[in-house]
């Protein structure tokens, strides 16, 4: 009985590493890193000026 399970577990473990070996099909396309690069520091840019303001605020 353990025997079986044993064996089992082993081969979904065999399974599931051979699913993420697979190349995953995504909606979104691979992005440029030029691109990814931009919309960080638009982020950065963006965060901290949130933060200028609730700094601001916090002082008054």
Do not use: Q, S, W, Y
């Not at 065999?14 to 931009?38: A, G, Q, S, W, Y």
């Amino acid at each position: 009985m353990f025997e079986d399970r044993g064996a089992e577990g082993i081969e979904f473990m065999k399974e599931m590493v051979e699913r993420c070996n697979r190349k995953r099909l995504t909606i979104t396309p691979d992005f440029d890193p030029f691109v990814v690069n931009h919309v960080t520091n638009e982020m950065v840019l963006a965060l901290n000026a949130v933060e200028e303001e609730f700094v601001k605020a916090e002082e008054e």
